[in-house]
């Protein structure tokens, strides 16, 4: 079952929490909504359950209109961020009360939770009582509730969003094989930027309310439309400067006292562009070859502050007075670990530069 | 419509409000500026009360009373609250459940029963005269005052009791830290910040008091407050003064409505208690000061259940008028049913139907206040106060006039018992229900509507399920209050129908002790027995909430 959601506006009072939104979620695609707190994920997700009426637009379900449709009537499954597992339930009435719900006997329910809860790898505890139970199991819970009705579409706010760090990257993996083997379309909340490039098919990026950039994982991250995106999704290092000239696709420019290369559609000489580096595609010291040092430019950093992270290494480095930039470095060999006050080349690749 | 369900419940509450409380009442207070044979507009009300003493000295009566209950009310209140949650005396629980029962119990029978022993030719009275010992007289205030603290403490205690042990450890540990010792710390940080809810306390205290009827009734004798002149003016067989009667009743409305706007706009926004993080150390005494704290409390409990155990031994005794006998018989309870089988029918009746109508509209209005927030649900939360303000004697005034002519007349008939009992105990269980919900997460009903099943169902399967316990637990406490409710009783029945707290207090004013006691162990027996089933769906949280 395919979402369609055409220029829906949910309004607050004056607030447009959600503002003229159109996407498309594929039949079977894993799709996230990303954004910072308060930028209309959740109003957009209730929206589609039909927890809201949105003021304008329309909401489809494979093609059918289901924006007037009671919430209980539209087929979803929900996976909310609390888990709302029913208190005065044991484990197996919670998974099977939508079951029952839809009037199937006793006969056919008992298989049907058994094999839910196998899914989510609780078997043998149908008996416990939410409040024995652990945050992760009860979130496991939520999910093998959602899923069991076998719901044309699965949507989750935020479910992990309760858990710990650890148990967070361990569910996030789980809900990604089992959305994977039941190819069930889900629509998925979250604000971690990490979480939803780790298990999405594709990403909208939301800003107040309004879809800044839809695309898969690697585009988010390595072409970002506007800076809003390339800020909100990972680390990134802004420059500003005036080009002073350009030369076959390569362009100077020239940032407070330094000449940095840019790549491609550059503006015309003299004119202000501002531009993006990952810390990760700086290059520094040893691992500059010959041939990048002599083809980029290469430039010199003083050290500001280093953090030794075992497989990777942080560096803040000077470039000149008023402007630094953040540097990563993997698998560092302690001969080439340098201290606060030293000063490392580093260099990039421009084809790597995102100018926005 | 979903939401034109809850609309229409909406407007029907506030109907059933308006036309059988606030329309009595606003007739209560035109009344009180009409002459009685013309209806013509006068101020002579008024104008009495401020020239007769008797009158104006009754509103004095009641404030200083509830003033001075208050404050006896504090001063065993607040240590006892203290040392219950910061200090290890033993069995905490049995402790509070053993505090909160004065509050059940009707209060007008540790009246009877202090009477009996302390009062002129009573036990104690006699047997320290035969020693050469003359106590004071216990009518007037020393026995108003007596009963009061006694049996209404528990409003100050508990509030106390759950204030102390909200307050976190870590500010107090901040005031240590800072330099200053555990005293001043006391008296700087922790008192401080549960003292709004100790005057809440308080003032819950003050307002039962000068509304309550049964004690007064009983023992004030040449002090009476408001409630008894207003009834006495209302129903004096010498020749009644509706008109003045209205006019107390006015003023005392004015007090407890002043009482309430205090505690809920004034000391609820100075509530700076939040959900403890760290609960409060409670310190470990020495085992010889722990026996003493825990002695000391236990005995002052058992004070304050002595009417009790008094009712219910005189009840088992042999009874000539006044007069008793210390041999066993069962005699007053053979009398009890056999001639009065009818109030104790009636008061069951009337206990449980009244019930279960307060529950149909009470647990549909705390969904409201909760669920269905807007201007109207906001004015409902207000309407529903009314009832706390306004003493039974009142609500019974009011209603009996109003419905006495026109075009509904229930005067005399049953349902205006019911109609009264309703209005004053709804309120109850729509705050429970309300602080019940409260604290339900409501993304259940979501979760419930997205599993396919539709708004209504939910609220059955869901909602009401999860409310069930503290529904249950109101429902009987209402109950129980309903069993022993005197004030408006004795305004609105008629002769057949009586109510066991009406008889009750026909023993005690007709001098029939025997039936009198038989009646109050009865009535002690009808609440006590329901509230050890209610215990058993009590948690404390929500124990509090119902309470207050
Ligand atoms: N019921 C409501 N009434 C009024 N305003 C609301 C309501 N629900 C949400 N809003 C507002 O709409 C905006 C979007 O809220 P929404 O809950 O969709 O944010 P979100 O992206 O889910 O944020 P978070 O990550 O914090 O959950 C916010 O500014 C919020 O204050
Ligand atoms: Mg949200």
Same mark, same amino acid.
């Given at each position: 079952?395919?979402?369609?959601?055409?220029?829906?506006?949910?309004?607050?009072?004056?607030?447009?929490?959600?503002?003229?939104?159109?996407?498309?979620?594929?039949?079977?695609?894993?799709?996230?909504?990303?954004?910072?707190?308060?930028?209309?994920?959740?109003?957009?997700?209730?929206?589609?359950?039909?927890?809201?009426?949105?003021?304008?637009?329309?909401?489809?379900?494979?093609?059918?209109?289901?924006?007037?449709?009671?919430?209980?009537?539209?087929?979803?499954?929900?996976?909310?961020?609390?888990?709302?597992?029913?208190?005065?339930?044991?484990?197996?009435?919670?998974?099977?009360?939508?079951?029952?719900?839809?009037?199937?006997?006793?006969?056919?329910?008992?298989?049907?939770?058994?094999?839910?809860?196998?899914?989510?790898?609780?078997?043998?505890?149908?008996?416990?009582?939410?409040?024995?139970?652990?945050?992760?199991?009860?979130?496991?819970?939520?999910?093998?509730?959602?899923?069991?009705?076998?719901?044309?579409?699965?949507?989750?706010? %935020?479910?992990? *969003?309760?858990?710990?760090?650890?148990?967070?990257?361990?569910?996030?993996? &789980? =809900?990604? !094989?089992?959305?994977? $083997?039941?190819?069930?379309?889900?629509?998925?909340?979250?604000?971690?930027?990490?979480?939803?490039?780790?298990?999405?098919?594709?990403?909208?990026?939301?800003?107040?309310?309004?879809?800044?950039?839809?695309?898969?994982?690697?585009?988010?991250?390595?072409?970002?439309?506007?800076?809003?995106?390339?800020?909100?999704?990972?680390?990134?290092?802004?420059?500003?400067?005036?080009?002073?000239?350009?030369?076959?696709?390569?362009?100077?420019?020239?940032?407070?006292?330094?000449?940095?290369?840019?790549?491609?559609?550059?503006?015309?000489?003299? %004119?202000?562009? *501002?531009?993006?580096?990952?810390?990760?595609?700086?290059?520094?010291?040893? &691992? =500059?070859? !010959?041939?990048?040092? $002599?083809?980029?430019?290469?430039?010199?950093?003083?050290?500001?502050?280093?953090?030794?992270?075992?497989?990777?290494?942080?560096?803040?480095?000077?470039?000149?007075?008023?402007?630094?930039?953040?540097?990563?470095?993997?698998?560092?060999?302690?001969?080439?670990?340098?201290?606060?006050?030293?000063?490392?080349?580093?260099?990039?690749?421009?084809?790597?530069?995102?100018?926005? | 419509?979903?939401?034109?369900?809850?609309?229409?419940?909406?407007?029907?509450?506030?109907?059933?409000?308006?036309?059988?409380?606030?329309?009595?009442?606003?007739?209560?207070?035109?009344?009180?500026?009409?002459?009685?044979?013309?209806?013509?507009?006068?101020?002579?009300?008024?104008?009495?009360?401020?020239?007769?003493?008797?009158?104006?000295?009754?509103?004095?009566?009641?404030?200083?009373?509830?003033?001075?209950?208050?404050?006896?009310?504090?001063?065993?209140?607040?240590?006892?609250?203290?040392?219950?949650?910061?200090?290890?005396?033993?069995?905490?629980?049995?402790?509070?459940?053993?505090?909160?029962?004065?509050?059940?119990?009707?209060?007008?029978?540790?009246?009877?029963?202090?009477?009996?022993?302390?009062?002129?030719?009573?036990?104690?009275?006699?047997?320290?005269?035969?020693?050469?010992?003359?106590?004071?007289?216990?009518?007037?205030?020393?026995?108003?005052?007596?009963?009061?603290?006694?049996?209404?403490?528990?409003?100050?205690?508990?509030?106390?009791?759950?204030?102390?042990?909200?307050?976190?450890?870590?500010?107090?540990?901040?005031?240590?830290?800072?330099?200053?010792?555990?005293?001043?710390?006391?008296?700087?940080?922790?008192?401080?910040?549960?003292?709004?809810?100790?005057?809440?306390?308080?003032?819950?205290?003050?307002?039962?008091?000068?509304?309550?009827?049964?004690?007064?009734?009983?023992?004030?004798?040449?002090?009476?407050?408001?409630?008894?002149?207003?009834?006495?003016?209302?129903?004096?067989?010498?020749?009644?003064?509706?008109?003045?009667?209205?006019?107390?009743?006015?003023?005392?409305?004015?007090?407890?409505?002043?009482?309430?706007?205090?505690?809920?706009?004034?000391?609820?926004?100075?509530?700076?208690?939040?959900?403890?993080?760290?609960?409060?150390?409670?310190?470990?005494?020495?085992?010889?000061?722990?026996?003493?704290?825990?002695?000391?409390?236990?005995?002052?409990?058992?004070?304050?259940?002595?009417?009790?155990?008094?009712?219910?031994?005189?009840?088992?005794?042999?009874?000539?008028?006044?007069?008793?006998?210390?041999?066993?018989?069962?005699?007053?309870?053979?009398?009890?049913?056999?001639?009065?089988?009818?109030?104790?029918?009636?008061?069951?009746?009337?206990?449980?139907?009244?019930?279960?109508?307060?529950?149909?509209?009470?647990?549909?209005?705390?969904?409201?206040?909760?669920?269905?927030?807007?201007?109207?649900?906001?004015?409902?939360?207000?309407?529903?106060?009314?009832?706390?303000?306004?003493?039974?004697?009142?609500?019974?005034?009011?209603?009996?006039?109003?419905?006495?002519?026109?075009?509904?007349?229930?005067?005399?008939?049953?349902?205006?018992?019911?109609?009264?009992?309703?209005?004053?105990?709804?309120?109850?269980?729509?705050?429970?229900?309300?602080?019940?919900?409260?604290?339900?997460?409501?993304?259940?009903?979501?979760?419930?509507?997205?599993?396919?099943?539709?708004?209504?169902?939910?609220?059955?399967?869901?909602?009401?399920?999860?409310?069930?316990?503290?529904?249950?637990?109101?429902?009987?406490?209402?109950?129980?209050?309903?069993?022993?409710?005197?004030?408006?009783?004795?305004?609105?029945?008629?002769?057949?129908?009586?109510?066991?707290?009406?008889?009750?207090?026909?023993?005690?004013?007709?001098?029939?002790?025997?039936?009198?006691?038989?009646?109050?162990?009865?009535?002690?027996?009808?609440?006590?027995?329901?509230?050890?089933?209610?215990?058993?769906?009590?948690?404390?949280?929500?124990?509090?909430?119902?309470?207050?």
């Amino acid at each position: 079952m395919s979402i369609q959601i055409v220029n829906v506006t949910k309004k607050f009072g004056n607030l447009e929490a959600v503002k003229d939104v159109t996407l498309e979620v594929k039949t079977g695609e894993f799709f996230t909504l990303l954004g910072p707190s308060g930028c209309g994920k959740t109003t957009l997700l209730r929206s589609i359950a039909g927890f809201n009426q949105p003021e304008k637009g329309e909401i489809y379900f494979n093609k059918k209109r289901v924006d007037k449709i009671a919430t209980h009537k539209r087929g979803i499954g929900m996976v909310f961020q609390n888990y709302a597992v029913f208190p005065h339930l044991n484990v197996f009435n919670n998974v099977a009360y939508g079951l029952k719900a839809r009037n199937f006997s006793a006969d056919e329910i008992r298989p049907k939770v058994s094999r839910a809860l196998q899914m989510v790898r609780l078997a043998g505890m149908e008996d416990r009582f939410p409040n024995q139970l652990s945050g992760g199991q009860l979130q496991r819970v939520a999910i093998a509730r959602a899923l069991v009705i076998e719901p044309q579409v699965l949507l989750m706010d %935020e479910p992990l *969003s309760n858990l710990d760090a650890k148990l967070r990257v361990e569910m996030r993996s &789980e =809900i990604r !094989e089992l959305q994977q $083997s039941m190819k069930i379309t889900t629509l998925y909340v979250t604000h971690d930027q990490e979480e939803a490039l780790s298990i999405s098919d594709r990403i909208a990026v939301m800003n107040h309310g309004v879809v800044e950039q839809m695309g898969e994982p690697w585009e988010i991250y390595n072409t970002p439309v506007n800076r809003f995106v390339a800020g909100f999704i990972g680390t990134t290092n802004f420059f500003e400067g005036t080009l002073i000239s350009e030369q076959g696709g390569q362009g100077i420019v020239q940032v407070s006292e330094i000449k940095m290369k840019v790549s491609a559609h550059s503006p015309c000489v003299g %004119e202000k562009v *501002s531009f993006a580096i990952r810390p990760e595609a700086f290059k520094v010291a040893q &691992e =500059i070859t !010959e041939a990048e040092r $002599s083809c980029f430019l290469s430039l010199p950093g003083r050290v500001n502050k280093v953090e030794y992270l075992g497989f990777m290494t942080k560096y803040d480095l000077e470039l000149c007075r008023g402007l630094s930039v953040k540097v990563v470095s993997y698998d560092v060999l302690p001969q080439h670990l340098r201290k606060t006050g030293e000063t490392i080349e580093l260099c990039y690749d421009p084809q790597r530069v995102l100018i926005c | 419509m979903k939401s034109r369900f809850w609309s229409l419940t909406t407007i029907l509450i506030f109907l059933i409000f308006f036309f059988f409380m606030i329309l009595p009442v606003l007739n209560l207070f035109t009344g009180s500026f009409q002459t009685q044979e013309k209806g013509a507009f006068t101020l002579q009300n008024y104008l009495s009360f401020f020239h007769y003493p008797s009158y104006w000295r009754s509103l004095w009566n009641s404030i200083l009373i509830g003033l001075i209950s208050a404050a006896g009310a504090m001063i065993v209140g607040v240590p006892m609250g203290y040392m219950v949650s910061r200090w290890n005396v033993m069995g905490k629980s049995l402790i509070v459940t053993l505090s909160t029962l004065p509050l059940m119990l009707p209060t007008f029978i540790a009246a009877f029963a202090w009477v009996i022993l302390l009062g002129r030719g009573g036990i104690i009275t006699k047997f320290l005269q035969t020693w050469g010992i003359h106590i004071g007289s216990i009518y007037g205030y020393p026995g108003m005052i007596l009963v009061f603290v006694s049996q209404l403490y528990s409003y100050v205690f508990l509030m106390t009791l759950s204030g102390f042990s909200a307050v976190d450890e870590s500010i107090e540990e901040a005031g240590c830290s800072l330099g200053s010792s555990q005293l001043r710390t006391f008296w700087t940080v922790s008192l401080p910040l549960v003292l709004p809810t100790i005057l809440s306390g308080a003032i819950l205290t003050f307002m039962s008091a000068i509304e309550n009827f049964g004690v007064p009734m009983i023992i004030a004798q040449q002090t009476p407050n408001l409630v008894v002149k207003a009834y006495i003016e209302f129903t004096s067989e010498v020749g009644t003064h509706p008109g003045m009667a209205y006019t107390l009743s006015i003023f005392l409305i004015l007090i407890t409505m002043a009482s309430l706007v205090a505690q809920r706009y004034y000391l609820s926004k100075r509530n700076f208690i939040q959900a403890a993080r760290g609960k409060p150390k409670v310190k470990q005494l020495t085992p010889g000061k722990r026996l003493l704290a825990s002695g000391i409390i236990y005995a002052f409990l058992i004070f304050t259940l002595i009417p009790f155990f008094v009712a219910l031994v005189l009840s088992f005794m042999e009874m000539r008028g006044p007069v008793f006998y210390p041999r066993f018989s069962l005699q007053s309870y053979v009398y009890a049913f056999s001639r009065s089988a009818r109030p104790i029918f009636n008061s069951y009746f009337l206990a449980t139907i009244s019930t279960l109508v307060a529950v149909l509209i009470g647990v549909p209005t705390g969904y409201i206040l909760t669920r269905r927030k807007s201007a109207y649900s906001n004015a409902l939360d207000i309407v529903i106060m009314l009832p706390f303000v306004i003493a039974g004697t009142i609500l019974g005034i009011a209603l009996i006039t109003f419905f006495n002519q026109g075009w509904i007349v229930l005067t005399g008939t049953w349902v205006i018992l019911v109609l009264s009992y309703v209005i004053r105990k709804m309120p109850f269980i729509a705050r429970s229900s309300a602080s019940i919900l409260y604290q339900l997460d409501p993304s259940l009903d979501e979760a419930s509507i997205s599993l396919g099943v539709s708004p209504m169902k939910t609220f059955y399967k869901v909602t009401f399920r999860l409310m069930m316990g503290g529904v249950v637990s109101g429902a009987i406490l209402s109950w129980v209050t309903i069993i022993s409710e005197l004030s408006s009783t004795l305004v609105l029945r008629s002769p057949s129908w009586s109510t066991m707290t009406v008889e009750m207090y026909q023993g005690v004013v007709s001098d029939d002790l025997g039936k009198a006691a038989a009646f109050s162990s009865i009535m002690i027996i009808s609440t006590v027995i329901p509230l050890l089933l209610a215990t058993k769906y009590f948690s404390k949280d929500k124990g509090g909430g119902i309470l207050l």
